[in-house]
């Protein structure tokens, strides 16, 4: 019953640094995302991908990088972490595009110092 | 543009008080609406959904009906319980499958 993995859970970065923030997810979804979370901001889609091969940009897509060489894998990189950057991430999936029911990870806590 | 508006929080409540949370939307064409939950230290899970004009949503005794004339979701419970306690967002997805989520209201189930 594993659903949507996420790692790490928490995660201290200098500000400049790059990290990767790993997702997998074994319910063979076509459709892959990453949100930011903030206070007071709800959920933000930073990118956001239709199938293997394919990535789009979100509404934040800024200083993140994305990848889906698999169907099951989706990693979001931080290029030059930045303060902005402080949030809970969280990784998603669906079963398509038009799907109606989002599953989500248990999200990753990130700082930039 | 396409949004949704929650009413501000955080709200406390005591054990079995009847709950209330609003929520309103603009978007063109017909969205999907949604509720879903936020357990302290998860993700978020779907809650309730409805798919058009006057559906109902429940779930775990939870319910939401989709007005259109009002463009409103709210959620509601009619006895709320400790293990209630979490952060609950109102989402839409758009006719052309654009998932947008309000700001989240935190809720809080006092014994």
């Known amino acids: 019953n594993a659903g949507v993995t996420q790692t790490p859970k928490f995660q201290v970065l200098k500000t400049g640094q790059s990290m990767t923030l790993q997702c997998a997810q074994d319910?063979?979804?076509?459709?892959m995302s990453w949100y930011r979370q903030d206070p007071g901001m709800g959920l933000r889609l930073i990118h956001y991908?239709?199938?293997?091969?394919?990535?789009d940009q979100g509404e934040v897509p800024n200083g993140y990088n994305v990848s889906r060489s698999t169907t099951e894998d989706f990693p979001l990189r931080l290029l030059s972490a930045a303060p902005s950057q402080t949030s809970v991430y969280f990784c998603?999936?669906?079963?398509?595009?038009?799907?109606?029911?989002?599953?989500f990870g248990e999200g990753s806590w990130l700082t930039v110092v | 543009g396409d949004s949704v508006t929650q009413m501000e929080g955080p709200v406390t409540l005591s054990e079995e008080a009847f709950l209330t949370i609003n929520c309103t939307y603009t978007?063109?064409?017909?969205?999907?609406l949604f509720w879903y939950v936020q357990y302290p230290g998860e993700g978020l899970q779907l809650l309730l959904k409805?798919?058009?004009?006057?559906d109902k949503g429940s779930n775990k005794g939870f319910e939401a009906t989709y007005r259109k004339e009002t463009t409103s979701f709210h959620l509601e419970k009619g006895s709320v319980q400790v293990s209630d306690s979490a952060v609950y967002f109102c989402?839409?997805?758009?006719?052309?499958?654009?998932?947008?989520f309000g700001p989240g209201t935190s809720l809080s189930v006092i014994p």
């Open positions: 989402a839409l997805k758009t006719s052309y499958d654009k998932v947008i």
């Open positions: 991908s239709v199938g293997a091969g394919i990535t």
């Open positions: 998603a999936s669906k079963q398509s595009r038009s799907g109606n029911t989002i599953y």
């Open positions: 319910m063979n979804h076509e459709y």
């Open positions: 409805a798919t058009k004009a006057d």
């Open positions: 978007a063109t064409g017909y969205p999907s």
